[in-house]
């Protein structure tokens, strides 16, 4: 696997200087991944995250820059890319069969993280939103080694025929037998989410599991509002999914492994 850097960047945090460099990665299937690492103020080593975007929402979106900058303020290292898919094209790039190239994306951010000095290679967490929480489950199943697993925006339901229709199960097998850390954070309006559908399946979790509701859909934005009223309302979601996914990963980064 390759690697080229393409650009540093600063970015203040709590009146400190953290670094964020935007990197490129090669799948093995050679395919390039864009990256932005960011790192909290000194040597380190760090927890980390990595974190996944939805199907097309990018890195760099409000959701994903918020839950970085707290996490990084939280003393938490956070590795955002996109899909190699929606760098390639973002208009017409599309996820492939069974998330197979997305599961070998995900992976190799995270295997350029293990190897990274800065970071303890047995304190990173896999997150994602959307369709990224089910790559990030299914890395949090084949990699022992991880500590746990902060979802955003799960997709958790579908609506037939008027009935809410659970796919919790499908998304995100083997949750009674999980004992690491999950936090789930959702709006109370997503139609891909219901949140009785989300409780009941949050409780059979074997370990430790958050569950966090906050206004909107599932962009976590409210849809009766326009304007600067929806903008203000769509940063101070994000802003509270950044402070409570910061909060649950820098209290299990400190624990011992279950």
């Given at each position: 696997?390759?690697?080229r850097?393409?650009?540093?960047l ?9 670094s964020?460099?935007a990197i490129?990665?090669q ?11 960011t ?10 995250v990595?974190?996944a ?5 990018h ?7 918020e ?7 939280r ?20 996820p ?15 295997n ?5 000095t ?5 304190r ?8 990224g929480t089910?790559?990030a ?11 746990g ?6 997709v ?21 037998a ?8 959702l709006g109370?309006q997503?139609?891909?989410?219901s949140?009785?559908v ?12 958050r ?36 909060e649950?990963?820098?209290q299990?980064?400190q624990?011992?492994?279950?």
């Amino acid at each position: 696997m390759q690697l080229r850097l393409l650009v540093s960047l600063l970015c203040t945090v709590a009146f400190h200087i953290c670094s964020a460099q935007a990197i490129a990665l090669q799948t093995p299937r050679g395919a390039q991944l864009d990256v932005i690492a960011t790192f909290p103020p000194g040597q380190g080593p760090f927890p980390a995250v990595i974190l996944a975007p939805g199907s097309g929402y990018h890195m760099t979106l409000p959701i994903l820059e918020e839950v970085a900058k707290q996490l990084a303020e939280r003393g938490v290292a956070v590795y955002r890319f996109n899909w190699a898919y929606f760098s390639k094209d973002p208009r017409v790039g599309r996820p492939s069969e069974n998330l197979t190239r997305e599961i070998e994306d995900m992976t190799t951010v995270l295997n350029h993280a293990r190897r990274e000095t800065r970071v303890v290679a047995g304190r990173i967490f896999v997150g994602g939103k959307s369709l990224g929480t089910g790559v990030a489950w299914s890395l949090l199943a084949a990699n022992k080694d991880l500590r746990g697993v902060l979802l955003l925006t799960p997709v958790c339901s579908s609506l037939k025929d008027g009935t809410v229709v659970t796919e919790a199960d499908e998304n995100y097998p083997g949750i009674s037998a999980e004992r690491r850390p999950i936090s789930f954070i959702l709006g109370d309006q997503d139609p891909l989410c219901s949140v009785g559908v989300l409780y009941r399946f949050a409780a059979s979790a074997a370990g430790p599991v958050r569950v966090s509701v906050l206004s909107g859909n599932h962009g976590l934005e409210d849809p009766a509002l326009s304007g600067s009223e929806k903008d203000i309302a769509k940063l101070r979601s994000a802003r509270l999914a950044g402070a409570l996914a910061a909060e649950f990963v820098a209290q299990y980064a400190q624990q011992n492994a279950p």
